[in-house]
């Protein structure tokens, strides 16, 4: 045998050994596993999970807490208060404590227990001065109160400055508190100060012989004096609004009175009612009567000259003009109220 033949018989091994071997992807065995109909109805029917939609509106903020509110007004009192940061106008007036300590009380009085209804506020001006003047019962000068409460919270946060008797600032403890809370003596002075600065003042002509006249006078107005507050009004150029309350007749009736207690204490009366002294101090708890105030029309004081303020009769006439209409709206609101305590 050559040696050709030897190598290339030895080379064949080699050659089948090293070549590659193709093995289809699908060939026969290794064909793609067609679907069944049993999976293509599962796809078909699986269950779709939306995702939950976002609101298309706006995203509202949560309601600020009023009890937080409270707390933080509170602490900015108190630090206001040690460390004097706080305001007192000429006449003692403390706006801060007033809004903080004075009012919050009072209007828990006027919205829940005499349930208080109010009418013409729009007839209360916005800005400038003015002088309100109204009548005057029910045995504790809770009127003028309920008064500035609904003169507050329909005008924005306007604080009527009341003008108050003789007694009132000589009382202890009594006197300062009216001051710090907007009150001052009733004098022509003062008033027209006030008005002139453009408050909104307040004034109670009938004072003491209104405030504690007895149960079977009620509503009927007393005397309105000279008609002092209407030369204040006019020298100001302010217009007087007439205010009637209903309602204040009724919270303490007055039956009678001690005079020797009233003499003893220094007071224009010492009052009886139903409930006291006979109750003690649950008898000084006021009834529940439905209230309600009016506001009137404003009469105007600036159409008159300088010197109209001295003509004593063009006073008269329009302090009875003031009466009368106060008188007129007491007696509508009364003719229109069904009971005492629903109004």
């Known amino acids: 045998m050559s040696h050709a033949t030897r190598v290339g018989s030895e080379a064949n091994p080699v050659n089948t050994a090293a070549e590659a071997q193709v093995i289809p992807l699908h060939g026969p065995g290794r064909e793609k596993p067609a679907e069944t109909p049993e999976r293509t109805e599962e796809r078909v029917d699986a269950p779709v999970v939306e995702f939950p939609a976002q609101p298309s509106g706006p995203v509202r903020e949560p309601a600020p ?48 227990w005499f349930r208080v209804d109010t009418f013409g506020v729009e007839n209360l001006p916005r800005a400038g001065g003015a002088l309100l003047v109204s009548n005057h019962s029910g045995t504790l000068p809770l009127d003028a109160l309920m008064t500035a409460v609904a003169v507050h919270d329909e005008t924005g946060g306007r604080h009527l400055r009341g003008l108050g008797a003789d007694l009132v600032f000589k009382l202890p403890l009594v006197g300062s508190f009216a001051r710090k809370s907007g009150q001052t003596l009733a004098c022509n002075a003062d008033a027209e100060r006030l008005l002139a600065n453009g408050e909104l003042v307040g004034v109670w002509p009938e004072g003491f012989k209104g405030v504690g006249k007895p149960f079977s006078a009620r509503y009927k107005l007393q005397r309105f004096g000279r008609g002092g507050f209407v030369s204040a009004a006019m020298r100001a150029g302010v217009p007087i609004i007439p205010v009637s309350v209903v309602g204040a007749e009724e919270t303490y009736p007055k039956i009678g009175e001690l005079k020797v207690l009233a003499r003893l204490f220094g007071l224009p009366y010492f009052p009886v009612t139903p409930f006291f002294p006979l109750l003690g101090p649950l008898g000084a708890v006021p009834l529940p009567t439905k209230w309600s105030i009016e506001f009137g029309e404003p ?42 305590f629903r109004g």
């Open 65 to 112: 807490d009023p009890l937080s509110e409270s707390v933080r007004g509170a602490l900015t009192f108190l630090r206001h208060r040690l460390t004097g940061d706080y305001e007192v106008d000429e006449f003692g007036f403390d706006a801060e404590l007033t809004e903080t300590l004075v009012l919050p009380p009072l209007r828990a009085l006027y919205e829940k």
């Open 299 to 340: 009469i105007r004081t600036d159409d008159y000259g300088p010197d109209a303020v001295d003509d004593p009769m063009l006073v008269f006439t329009l302090t009875d003009q003031v009466r009368e209409s106060i008188q007129h709206s007491l007696y509508r609101r009364l003719s229109q109220r069904r009971s005492v």
